[in-house]
């Protein structure tokens, strides 16, 4: 079974710039979420989709990042203007919506790694 | 969810087993103890996950004390492949998906 995928793996951009990431979560999983890891701390989560709509986006920052789900399959999470605090390393994971298991448990990419300079 | 709080840095050697900590005396009756590892410049991954009895698979044993403050993640034979960032979260088990709260975890090191 293919993992979660995303891209780019590593971004350099200056601030002010904008910036795209790109995640493909794993086939047939209903829910995708976005997380934000900054160094030396755990991911934070960013916004978290069911099929194509939004469940939570109480942490993201909505005045520079937006994300979308069109299909409810690939996801893309935009920052538009970066500052020098997005540096980071971005996370997508996925996991399906078995209502009739315990437990969801949540796959996740390798990410992305934003530089801000 | 419940705060959890976990030492900042153990180490292990390989072939020994690792037992990793972890509080959380404010958890709640309906609140899962859930353990993710984190392997450097990867995603973080499931290791295990429980209720009030202990759990064990194929990756590691966890004990939860009697009155569920505190638990326990045991890596049986560690391998310099187990060094990574140990994270232990507390959560409700709603029956969908739901997020998942990251502290800073236990940064492991298996050493020969």
């Known amino acids: 079974e293919a993992g979660v995928a995303q891209s780019p793996r590593y971004k350099i951009i200056e601030k002010r710039q904008s910036v795209a990431f790109w995640c493909n979560p794993i086939s047939g999983h209903a829910t995708l979420y976005w997380y934000q890891q900054i160094l030396g701390q755990g991911p934070k989560l960013l916004i978290q989709f069911q099929n194509n709509g939004v469940v939570d986006d109480s942490q993201l920052p909505k005045d520079r990042f937006s994300a979308e789900r069109l299909k409810g399959v690939d996801s893309t999470l935009k920052i538009q203007p970066a500052k020098l605090e997005d540096s980071a390393v971005y996370l997508c994971?996925?996991?399906?919506?078995?209502?009739?298991?315990?437990?969801?448990?949540?796959?996740f990419g390798p990410g992305t790694r934003l530089t801000v300079l | 969810d419940a705060k959890t709080t976990q030492p900042p840095s153990m180490d292990c050697a390989e072939g020994r087993a690792a037992n990793l900590p972890c509080n959380h005396s404010t958890i709640s009756g309906n609140e899962y103890v859930y353990w993710y590892r984190q392997i450097h410049s990867q995603g973080p991954q499931y290791i295990i996950h429980?209720?009030?009895n202990n759990e064990t698979n194929e990756m590691a044993s966890l004990i939860i004390t009697e009155d569920r403050k505190s638990s326990t993640l045991i890596l049986p034979h560690a391998t310099l492949r187990d060094t990574a960032v140990y994270y232990c979260i507390v959560r409700v088990n709603t029956g969908t998906a739901s997020k998942l709260t990251f502290g800073t975890g236990t940064r492991l090191q298996v050493m020969l």
């Open positions: 994971a996925s996991s399906p919506n078995l209502r009739q298991s315990s437990y969801n448990e949540q796959f």
């Open positions: 429980g209720l009030k």
